[in-house]
């Protein structure tokens, strides 16, 4: 079953904060975050394990709360460049190994 | 990091026929994954290609529909068989990093069918 993000849109200024949230209905073993700019692959940001793991580089960061089955995206003091769509990508583990259900996707618009 | 080459990048296609896309990794994976992302949507998982066995697929995708071949541990196709105008969409390949679980996307085929 697909993980559910929220919001689905966030306008922001720049240097402004953003938080995007993704939620699954089923035991996580890891969850991955995306971003996806127009005509574009994705290209990863991080991975996060369950262990209630927080990760970050640079200005972006992500917390996996594994009892809840949800992870956060923290986006501070937002850049032009950090528009695109963000998607999470969910792993259940065992035999799904490796693959990832996708979430449906936060498009993200920075503006000057 | 992997990179991954996917051919061709995009093509125009006429309803019933086929169009096999390839996909080269510049080293050697266990697992290949085609997904299929529709107009203003996500990403959706076709199918798990291993090296040397049938292809895994996922819910809802045949493997008449979308023949997989994967001959050896650097390359793949994917064909998308009698096209409808549904399957236009973007298909990508990725590739896993065993060590860190980072997903490699190629740059995706853009299919059009008319």
């Known amino acids: 079953q697909q993980p559910v993000q929220s919001p689905q849109a966030v306008i922001l200024r720049e240097g402004e904060d953003a938080v995007i949230n993704c939620s699954s209905s089923k035991a996580l073993y890891s969850v991955h975050w995306y971003r996806q700019k127009h005509g574009e692959a994705p290209i990863f940001l991080m991975i996060?394990?369950?262990?209630?793991e927080q990760k970050g580089h640079d200005k972006i960061s992500a917390s996996f709360n594994e009892k809840k089955q949800q992870s956060s995206l923290y986006l501070t003091a937002s850049q032009l460049s950090y528009s695109g769509t963000y998607f999470c990508g969910t792993e259940t583990g065992g035999t799904s190994y490796g693959k990832l259900t996708f979430g449906q996707g936060t498009i993200l618009t920075v503006h000057p | 990091s992997a990179v991954i080459s996917q051919k061709p990048s995009r093509d125009i296609c006429q309803r019933g026929t086929s169009l096999t896309i390839q996909c080269q990794v510049d080293?050697?994976?266990?697992?290949m994954f085609w997904y299929r992302q529709q107009p203003g949507q996500s990403l959706t998982l076709i199918a798990t290609a291993n090296q040397g066995s049938e292809a895994t697929y996922e819910s809802g995708f045949v493997i008449d529909k979308f023949p997989i071949s994967r001959p050896n541990l650097t390359f793949s196709t994917l064909t998308v068989s009698n096209l409808s105008p549904e399957d236009s969409s973007i298909y990508l390949c990725s590739v896993e990093d065993r060590a860190t679980g980072e997903l490699f996307f190629g740059e995706g085929s853009r299919l059009t069918v008319l």
């Open positions: 080293s050697q994976v266990t697992m």
């Open positions: 996060l394990l369950k262990g209630g």
